[in-house]
């Protein structure tokens, strides 16, 4: 059945459990050297553009990503520290978008989701956001210590004009992202679930981490 009708050409499909797309490369690739070894003069073996393929292109885009988020993360450090002149509301900035994306990687961890070319793209969609508000949180924050006021009053105006805004926008992006959890594709359900749980993290991090380094910053 698994040859043609002049008995040239062989027909041989590999099949292997449900595993990770980087452990099934590996077998293919395995399998693929294994069967190089000891061929026959006049055999030749044809490897078809078939699911490794696709999934070594969604490795490559991986990795891209990856590297991309990388490099997001230190321009961003680069940019608020020209943008504000103070390493040291630049460095708290980054360290509130750091313990986001540390708390997606958490998530990630404790839900088993994997990490692909889709579900990656949630880091960067928190770092946005995240970075959002703490360019809002911090900006007004100066402003008000610029105009006289004590580093409390300064928080407490910070609080009153910027959480409402930024628990109401983290709570609608976490829901329109939550609405991906019902896809039939597991992957968008797995970016739905990731993007929803760490945007309330972020938010968690914006409200709590980073007034928490301001403090730290004046008891100093």
């Known amino acids: ?6 008995l040239t050409e062989s027909l041989f499909i590999l099949r292997t459990d449900d595993v990770r797309s980087h452990e099934f490369i590996k077998i293919a690739e395995d399998f693929i050297e294994l069967s190089q070894e000891n061929l026959p003069e006049g055999l030749e073996i044809v490897i078809p553009n078939g699911l490794q393929s696709i999934l070594k292109s969604d490795q490559q885009i991986l990795e891209t990503q990856i590297n991309s988020l990388g490099l997001s993360l230190f321009s961003m ?62 900006s007004y924050y100066r402003h008000s210590i610029e105009q006289g006021h004590s580093h409390q009053s300064a928080l407490a105006n910070c609080f009153h004009s910027k959480l409402k805004p930024m628990i109401c926008t983290s709570l609608i992006l976490s829901t329109c992202f939550f609405l991906f959890y019902f896809s039939p594709y597991p992957p968008m359900r797995e970016f739905g679930l990731s993007g929803a749980v760490t945007l309330l993290c972020g938010l968690v991090a914006s409200c709590l981490l980073l007034p928490a380094l301001l403090s730290l910053k004046q008891r100093d």
């Open 1 to 6: 059945v698994l040859q043609n009708e002049d």
């Open 77 to 138: 450090f680069v940019l608020l520290l020209v943008l504000w002149r103070s390493g040291t509301y630049a460095l708290y900035a980054f360290l509130t978008a750091a313990s986001a994306l540390a708390s997606l990687v958490l998530v990630m961890y404790l839900a088993d989701i994997n990490l692909n070319s889709v579900t990656v793209m949630s880091g960067t969609i928190l770092l946005g956001i995240v970075v959002d508000d703490a360019i809002h949180f911090l």
